[in-house]
């Protein structure tokens, strides 16, 4: 089976994996605030995020005609 996105989804999934790893980014900065309560939820939290982020960029490279 050939599956294909189209340029442009593959940019939009690009774009959104952009965003999930700055929100991820930001998370783990808020988890090492020692004031913040939950901290590890925080870095789990950042590490999904983080997560999500590549399995979509590997997504928009193969599939996405991104990059």
């Known amino acids: 089976m050939n599956l294909a996105l189209a340029p442009h989804t593959g940019l ?3 774009e959104v994996a ?7 980014g930001i998370w783990l900065a808020a988890a090492q605030i ?3 309560r939950h901290a590890a939820a925080r870095a789990v939290v950042a590490g999904i995020l983080f997560a999500a982020a590549g399995a979509l960029l ?3 490279i193969h599939w ?3 990059g």
Do not use: N
């Not at 952009?18 to 991820?24: D, S």
């Open 12 to 14: 939009v999934l690009a």
């Open 18 to 24: 952009g965003l999930l790893l700055v929100i991820g």
């Open 34 to 36: 020692p004031r913040l």
């Open 58 to 60: 590997i997504i928009a």
């Open 64 to 66: 996405g005609h991104f």
